[in-house]
């Protein structure tokens, strides 16, 4: 292997590792606390405690109904928690699970030492170098389903970008017919009210040829719940809570304690707010369906006190995170966590900040990590460039978790005593032999010297993305999908359209 | 808290957290493991057996002689270890020790839970957006001393940049004059021969105002030895060695061991490799003089296979930092990681990869995280630009350090019954008693939002690294220092001048 140049590069036909292995991730690591077990508890019995004594906001009345059936105390619109009811709803709730794909290569398995990274989900902008910022629209949705079918390492979809060209009442069968038939992974639903979630439900049974016996027998889809937090919990997520246990679909319940504006300004403050909130949630959806799988969700960050805007990647998120997945082990539940960055471009600070949330988040142990991919400004712009530099990221955190094989094959000592003292493996037939498949080959990072990436334009990353993303997107493959379902989903879309569409709530 | 305007944040006197509490770093974090705890015992026990079965090459006589008198079976250049020999001086290291500097404040703990990061180390060339990309000079270095100096999260120097500008035979006193009179932090020694070590140990001991015997009651200073992959030591490595150890000043040694290239290309192989080149410097240390202070270096990465370029911050380096932090757990010594990326600009690329490094190197337990900030292009470049977000995020690792608090006032449930259900914190008394502190404030990240962004001119956060160094380099106080004391080292200089500088060995 001596140095080869850039036309030998070009020309060279060159295996690379498949990246097969990163569909069903095992994470290896132990993670890290930052609260000590009995800080854990104590966040736990305050929480369990402010259930009981003070409740949360519930404005949807068919919720207050369920759990004053279920002996919670209603006041108005306050609900309060009997600790009995809490405990009861995280015994019957399931430590982990499977979420069946249209693909069984796809599934998801959700809790244990699993991890899934799940695509940015949103963002009202789309942006890339070459078009610029605008609103979301269809066709850019399209473009990230399929970048989210390309790579391994994105395991689940989420609403990668808002469609704004599409009338609401049609928005959640368009994306769901393109989730379906542009891709082979599970699927998202919105819970943007009640026969919105029917409507995706309706088309899910569709795809896996199933009716609601057969979604109740086991989870196809999930959709994430953010509380209207502090303490409130409002009508469509109320809905689409209920409405998807009763389906015994997952659920994600995120309380969106942002310290220092929707929650207490101190870290404690803010987890035990999100602890609160997540509880209520959970009890709800158990009190409709025991045993409906359910996922505690963390999403707890800091504002900037200065312009009073979400940051992110902050080492307060980042000990939120860690400590978000203390309380989530606590009360046996799956974990998700996120990427995410408050930078406006491309830059520098986007790869520290996601790589904060991101690493913390596998580090830590999250099974889920939502807007794991394209996620910038805070959550307002789903990027295309940061898209594919975040899958690079989310590739190589997927290689660390691959085991180490220590045996006399990789001990090399005859590579060792062939090569000597002041030598080098370039040429030996230990390196031969696996120089192609040995190390993980980038998309989008470069190890070109400072003189021929200077010749090659002196491109940054993120201008590099934009080859990657177009390269991507025109060598796109769609999956299989059986004609006669194909056209199922058509007419499900042809008639909602017919009807003028679905009204939210 | 209601969101300010730019002329509110630039006219308000704000108070932010000092950074004093990032002089000590107490890790809380529990280390990651790739390796089971039979393969950490298997590498060494085979690393022990290489040494005794074929040993390494060393180019100093001297090293063979004193190797010899301890028991070494030497052949031609060859040293072979007893395994007894090795145990020895595994059992003679220090697992612990304090290397001081001439401020106690800048006092280094290392070995323990301690974390300490040195900046970037030995690239020829210095970079900023304003003067470009040049061959490192006086004043280059100066810059990046005064850059150490500024920044609490800093903890030791390390040769930012090489001086092009000053013939080799003086480039090491005027190095170390800045180094001791620019900062007062904890400076290293370049070991590139005899005389050049001798003249820094003489400097140091002036600033400190002792001599040989006060060296030799406690470490003041510290050097890295490369070896030269695979399996040799080189003449002016083997001198550093041993004369940092009859002075009883901390050496870590490094083995370079790029695998594909100066290492075998499995990442079992490189890490046999660098075990076994790790505990043959440190016998040789521990022969000269038992106890002498070593720290177990780690370099581990790979180069890329297409181009034959180190690579950097990638999943075979991340997973090769975590398992050499568990083999130098198993042999109770510190232990040093790197910082560092491939990217030729300071985009995302370097971001993440500096990120995987770094992180990596804090969550795994490193004691020493060299080429913390600042380092480029694989090393070839110290980047001023590169220093300042890489202290941003070394600022953000180190708050990430700090205790949870988790009491009532922490817990802060007055706050929240007084903002209630779908409230906000914005304007409670907890969030105004603790708003101006509460938050890690960030230095060249920004969170401002897309269009106040885009006013300020759409800055990437390069481009406002340069603004921040600029300002840092302009608000630069000099540490004070005895007068005598430095009319001392001015006199070392001149005489060392005077006489045609100290030529390498």
Redesign the interface.
Known sequence: ????TRRD?TTTV?RTRSTEAYRRLEN???P????SDD?VA??HE?AVG?LSS?G??VLFPEARELLAAAGAAIADD?VRLDPGLVTEALASAPDKFTIHARNPDRDLDIGGTSTNFFSVGGPPFASDAERG?RAGVMSDYVEFMKLCQSFDVIHSLAPCVEVSDVPVGLRHVETMRAQLTLTDKVPYIYARGRQHVRDCMDMISIAHGIDDEGLRERPVTWSNINT?S???LDVPMCMGIIDCARLNQPVIMTPFTL???????????AL??QHIEALFAITLSQVVSPGAPVVYGAFTS?V????????F????A??GAF?SGQLARHIRLPWRSSGSS???????????????NI??AV?GGADIVLHAAGWQ??G??ASMEKFI?DV??LQ?????M??????D?????D???E????????GTQ??LD???T????PI???????E???EEG?K???ER?TDVWKRVLAEYESPSIDSAIAARLDEFVDRTTAKGGSPPD
């Open positions: 292997m001596t140095r080869r590069r060159r290896p690591f132990e890290p606390r930052v609260l800080q104590h966040i305050q402010f003070d949360m906001r306050m910022r209207n502090p303490l409130q310290a220092g504006a929707m929650a207490p300004v101190t870290l404690a403050g035990v707010l800091n900037d006190m200065r312009s009073g805007s979400p940051a990647g902050t080492p307060e980042m000990k400590a408050a930078s406006n471009a491309v830059d520098a600070q986007g790869g520290y900040e996601t790589m904060i690493y913390g580090m400004e805070g307002l712009t530099t690079e990221m190589i955190l997927a290689e660390s691959q085991p180490v094989a220590v045996d094959a990789e001990l090399a000592f590579a060792i005593r090569v000597g003292p002041g030598g080098h493996f370039f230990h390196t696996r120089f192609e040995a190390f993980y080959d989008v990072f470069t190890r070109a010297n400072f021929q990436w200077e002196s940054r990353t993120d993305a």
